[in-house]
């Protein structure tokens, strides 16, 4: 009895620790924000020709210029593949 207690805690265990290393894989995003910050730059220095799209692990990215108002922006719109979360940035040129 009490070896199958102990066989059950440790697979309820990995089990949770498996879904915990699982949720922070998929919010982890850093690799993500550092393409987007590069592709940012190279859309204000004007290296980056817009529109410009482009696949970057699971993710579809896609830079624009638009102009609101009187102001010029950046957006840059990222959506995962998978998970269709979408995350969009947007920077007013000087």
Do not use: C, H
């Amino acid at each position: 009895m009490a070896t199958v207690l102990i066989i059950v805690i440790f697979m309820v265990s990995s089990l949770v620790l498996n879904n915990i290393f699982l949720g922070y894989a998929n919010r982890d995003t850093r690799l993500l924000d550092n393409r987007i910050r590069e592709l940012e730059y190279r859309a204000i220095s004007g290296t980056l020709k817009t529109p410009y799209d482009e696949t970057y692990e699971n993710w579809a990215l896609e830079v624009t210029k638009k102009v609101q108002a009187k102001d010029s922006m950046v957006v840059i719109t990222a959506k995962n593949l998978n998970t269709d979360k979408t995350y969009i940035k947007e920077r007013i040129l000087e």
